[in-house]
């Protein structure tokens, strides 16, 4: 399953940079598929395929969809930290990478806390996930100047659902709303 997402992810990841940095070279099969060769890939996008691709896959084999998406979001957040350290290696912003990587660690210490103590229903950790993912690699778009407008929608958008959905399965406004009634 992880194979496949990564796979599916792989390839609209290459397929959304090709749509929005549009070039005639693309056009040309072994310069689309040769992305070592020829960079370019928009994450975002890829993140979000693999993501509905786990869902459509889990929902169509009868498998425990929500619970395979926490366990392949927590694994897909261990790997991003992997990237982090790379890029705090190869940049030349260290400090920023130690304060985000510091960061992330902490964010990703108590998600496997929630995971682990059961405290969240099932795809919970899989949206918080996606929120910690957004937030963490538009901030590192922002330390390198390069945002480009697309990735930027796509991360809103998939920060935004996954927030809704987060308020909307745990009840969140309810608990909200009952805190401040007590007081």
């Known amino acids: 399953m992880a194979l496949l997402s990564s796979l599916v992810g792989l390839l609209f990841a290459r397929i959304f940079y090709v749509v929005f940095n549009f070039a005639h070279g693309f056009l040309n099969p072994l310069v689309f598929f040769l992305f070592p060769y020829f960079p370019?890939?928009?994450?975002?996008?890829g993140v979000l395929a693999g993501a509905l691709f786990v869902i459509l896959f889990t929902n169509k084999s009868k498998l425990p969809t929500q619970r395979l998406f926490d366990f392949l979001s927590l694994s897909f957040l261990a790997s991003f930290l992997i990237r982090l350290?790379?890029?705090m290696v190869i940049s030349k912003l260290f400090v920023t990478y130690i304060f985000l990587i510091l960061l992330f660690v902490v964010i990703f210490s108590?998600?496997?806390?929630?995971f682990i103590r059961a405290k969240l229903l099932d795809a919970s950790i899989g949206y918080l996930s996606l929120i910690t993912f957004s937030v963490f690699y538009y901030i590192i778009q922002l330390t390198?100047?390069?945002a480009f407008l697309s990735e930027d929608i796509l991360l809103l958008g998939i920060f935004l659902f996954s927030l809704y959905t987060i308020f909307k399965q745990e009840k969140l406004w309810m608990k909200i709303k009952k805190s401040f009634l007590k007081k």
Do not use: D, E, K, T
Not at 40 to 45: F, H
Not at 110 to 114: C, D, G, Q, R, V
């Open 85 to 87: 350290l790379i890029s």
């Open 144 to 146: 390198r100047h390069s």
């Open 40 to 45: 370019g890939l928009s994450i975002p996008a």
């Open 110 to 114: 108590l998600l496997i806390y929630f």
